[in-house]
């Protein structure tokens, strides 16, 4: 008999379901909240009401688009944090009340080991153990991927995350939400002619809230000669914030390798789709005789699919949770 999980994602403003069939992705929508553009930020009472209206719609889109009844469900996977509490708590509560009505097991899931696993959502898929560098708004982290189910964070972020380095940067030059994207395509534009520097941090762990602070004074002091610096230099600058982060990245990346031997390096989370970082990383990897692993566009970003892989092998081990499962906002690996 078949082993179909059903994916729930819901830890920020993406409103996300999947289903796996042994292994393999049938189908993966999302549904994306658009109303936090206004506020240049997520605001968490916004984004949990806007799940509650999503969940059913995109569940049901996702179990019509992989042609299976709800009666097929082997088990539900769902996110259990880290995220925002009333986000985490609209998808958990769905999921404890469709499988308690299905009559099946459920699997709760640590979101940025979903992101690891994302990688197991397509092919090619890496080799065990692995070094994945984990980057999103929220995190900044080199995980040692001994196996499924067994991960060792060996690098994290200090202070800030290299998501949260771009989106207050976006925030100073005055663009929209979410500013990830638009410095990326502003920065293929430039070129890197402002130096930042990089922060001096100990063993494989980041920083990045001097490297704001830095950003900060460096556009008071120019704005400051020259009113219009921004608008005149703003390509130039995104560039430079760009090339600054991904140096950074990329620098420790390869100190983890060094000090693992490992060879089979991988990139995940949102800042993953960044176009400079997934470059810079085949390039890096070619030098140092990698095999390195990229994952699409929809694995980069929260998604159902990666819950739903990482819900198949914990299903596979038997690791299910009641319904006195709760929430929680901050979970580690």
Known sequence: MSTIILGIESSCDDTSAAVLKDGEILSNHTATQIAHKEYGGVVPEVA????????????????????????????????RGPGLMGSLLVGVSFAKAMAM?????????????????????????????????????????????????????????????????????????????????????????????????????????????????????????????????????????????????????????????????IKEIAIAGGVSANSELRHTLSKIGEENGWNTYIPSFEFCTDNAAMIAVTGYYKFLKGEFVGQDVAPTARYKI
């Open 48 to 79: 949990s009401r806007a799940h509650q209206i999503n969940i059913i719609p995109v569940i049901d889109l996702a179990i019509k688009q992989a042609g299976i009844k709800k009666s097929d469900i082997s088990a539900i996977a769902f996110t």
């Open 101 to 261: 009505s299905l009559d099946v097991p459920m699997v709760e899931v640590n979101h940025m080991k979903g992101h690891v696993l994302a990688h197991f959502a397509e092919n090619p898929k890496p080799k065990f153990p692995f070094l994945c560098l984990t980057v999103s708004g929220g995190h900044t982290q080199i995980v040692l991927v001994r196996d499924y189910l067994d991960m060792e964070v060996i690098g994290t972020t200090i202070d800030d995350a290299a998501g949260e380095a771009f989106d207050k940067t976006g925030k100073l030059l005055g663009l929209d939400y979410p500013a990830g994207p638009i410095i990326d395509k502003l920065a293929q534009q430039g070129q890197h002619v402002f130096q930042f520097p990089e922060p001096k941090i100990k063993d494989l762990d980041f920083s990045f809230s001097g490297l704001k602070t830095s950003i900060l004074y460096f556009l008071k002091k120019e704005i400051k000669k020259n009113p219009k610096f921004i608008e005149e230099n703003l390509n130039d600058i995104c560039a430079s914030v760009q090339t600054t982060i991904v140096t950074f990245l990329m620098n420790k990346l390869q100190k983890a390798a060094a000090q693992t031997g």
